[in-house]
């Protein structure tokens, strides 16, 4: 297999942004909480919370293309 240079890349997005519950500090990414609120209190306090903080991803500045050729994610 000939190794691929990378040359026609896409920048890909990352939007999972992530919450911690104040109360059980539950981590979960914005779309799997959706519009509903923190399954882990609603199941041990059965209490409906809505009370997250946003965590930032400290991953530095890099940012992710995916090559259209080879399909691989490179980081820069
Ligand atoms: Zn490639
Ligand atoms: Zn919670």
């Not at 890349?9 to 519009?35: A, F, P, Q, S």
Request: include cysteine.
């Amino acid at each position: 297999m000939k190794s691929c240079k990378h040359d026609v890349l896409t920048l890909v997005k990352t939007k999972d942004n992530k919450l911690r519950c104040r109360h059980c500090h539950l981590i979960i990414t914005e779309d799997e909480l959706g519009r509903s609120c923190c399954p882990e209190c609603l199941e041990t306090h059965k209490i409906s919370r809505r009370d997250f903080e946003k965590i930032t991803e400290e991953q530095g500045n890099n940012t992710r293309y995916c090559c259209d050729s080879c399909g691989m994610v490179v980081e820069y």
